[in-house]
């Protein structure tokens, strides 16, 4: 069974930095492009920032894009998310999220989710 | 990047009906479309990719069409359990962008 594990969510003042971690089992980490996914109090998903089974090739969101780092450890089956220069905007859900394709190139589609990890972002 | 436009926002049903959600994309993503249910507190579910293909376990009265930039989620026929927030979602380009999100809401 495929499962996905986030932490690292908490409470961090605007311009902060915060590291977010999603652990995997159930599945071969390495094969599957993987993302992160948020979702605002009350308001619809997006979409964050995507990583390929190597990590040699990563994707971001406008929104993100210079502030966050995705990256991954396939020793450690671990998805990373370093974000940096926060904001109160960045108050969000942040889901992890494997991709449905084992080639491993793109993310596609999101066949598995954690249950997320809440960051809060407060002046 | 891609706009997903999602219609209606919101909609009233009962048990039984069938419903149909559209989603439109601000340009052609050929089939590279998905669709997901999301209920309160939960994370979203893989319904429909590739515009049709039906996800393992996912109920056939599912079912998903279009391509280019017009698509459709159908659910024959509402049951209970289907009451939830359905989101398209283009894998066409980057970035990934979602539709805004439609409501399916008890009449």
């Known amino acids: 069974e495929v499962q996905l594990l986030e932490s690292g969510g908490a409470l961090v003042q605007p311009g902060g930095s915060l590291r977010l971690s999603c652990a995997a089992s159930?599945?071969?980490?390495?094969?599957?492009?993987m993302s992160w996914v948020r979702q605002a109090p009350g308001k619809g998903l997006e979409w964050v920032s995507g990583i390929r089974s190597s990590g040699g090739n990563t994707y971001y969101a406008d929104s993100v894009k210079g502030r966050f780092t995705i990256s991954r450890d396939n020793s450690k089956n671990t998805l990373f998310l370093q974000m940096s220069s926060l904001r109160v905007e960045d108050t969000a859900i942040f889901y992890c999220?494997?991709?449905?394709?084992?080639?491993?190139?793109?993310?596609?589609?999101?066949?598995?989710w954690g249950q997320g990890t809440l960051v809060t972002v407060f002046s | 990047d891609i706009q997903m436009t999602q219609s209606p926002s919101s909609v009233s049903a009962s048990v039984g009906d069938r419903v149909t959600i559209t989603c439109r994309a601000s340009q052609g993503i050929s089939s590279w479309l998905a669709w997901y249910q999301q209920k309160p507190g939960k994370a979203p579910k893989l319904l429909i990719y590739g515009a049709y293909s039906l996800q393992r376990g996912v109920p056939s009265r599912f079912s998903g069409s279009g391509s280019g930039t017009d698509f459709t989620l159908t659910i024959s026929s509402l049951q209970p359990e289907d009451f939830a927030t359905y989101y398209c979602q283009q894998a066409d380009s980057f970035p990934r962008t979602f539709g805004q999100g439609t409501k399916v809401e008890i009449k």
């Open positions: 159930g599945f071969t980490f390495s094969s599957y492009a």
């Open positions: 999220a494997k991709d449905i394709d084992s080639s491993g190139y793109y993310p596609y589609y999101f066949d598995s």
